[in-house]
Nanobody
Framework: QVQLVESGGGLVQAGGSLRLSCAASGRTFGSYNMGWFRQAPGKEREFVAAISRSYGNTYYADSVKGRFTISRDNAKNMAYLQMNSLKPEDTAVYYC?????????????????WGQGTQVTVSS
C-alpha cells in the first residue's frame, strides 16, 4: 500500500509555470505506475500524464503535450509534474495516482491509490 501527498499548486498567470510534487510513502515506490489527473469545477476528472514503473515510459493527454512533463525520482519516492505555458483552462484540482498492476494509464479507474489533490488556478 502507498500513501500519496501532492504539493506545489497555487495561483499563476497565464503563460507561467508550476511544478507539482507527489510524495509517496513506503519502500516500493519504484514498483508503482504513477499518474496525474485533474478535475475542473463541473467537469469529470481527466487524465493528464503518466509514467510507467519499469522503463519510465511517459504518456500525455493531447491538451498538455509539449507543455507538461512528468518525471519520477525513485530514490526520493517522488513524482513530479512540470507545467509550463499554463492556460486558464488548466485550472483544476490536480491529483496524483498510483498502482502496481499493469494499467491502462489513461483510465482513472485503473489506479487504486490517490492523493488528496492540489489546486492549480491560472488567471488570464
Amino acid at each position: 500500500q502507498v500513501q500519496l501527498v501532492e504539493s506545489g499548486g497555487g495561483l499563476v498567470q497565464a503563460g507561467g509555470s508550476l511544478r507539482l510534487s507527489c510524495a509517496a510513502s513506503g519502500r516500493t515506490f519504484g514498483s508503482y505506475n504513477m499518474g496525474w489527473f485533474r478535475q475542473a469545477p463541473g467537469k469529470e476528472r481527466e487524465f493528464v500524464a503518466a509514467i510507467s514503473r519499469s522503463y519510465g515510459n511517459t504518456y500525455y493527454a493531447d491538451s498538455v503535450k509539449g507543455r507538461f512533463t512528468i518525471s519520477r525520482d525513485n530514490a526520493k519516492n517522488m513524482a513530479y509534474l512540470q507545467m509550463n505555458s499554463l492556460k486558464p483552462e488548466d485550472t483544476a484540482v490536480y491529483y496524483c495516482a498510483a498502482d502496481m498492476r499493469p494499467v491502462n494509464f489513461y483510465r482513472q479507474y485503473d489506479y487504486n491509490y490517490w492523493g488528496q489533490g492540489t489546486q492549480v488556478t491560472v488567471s488570464s
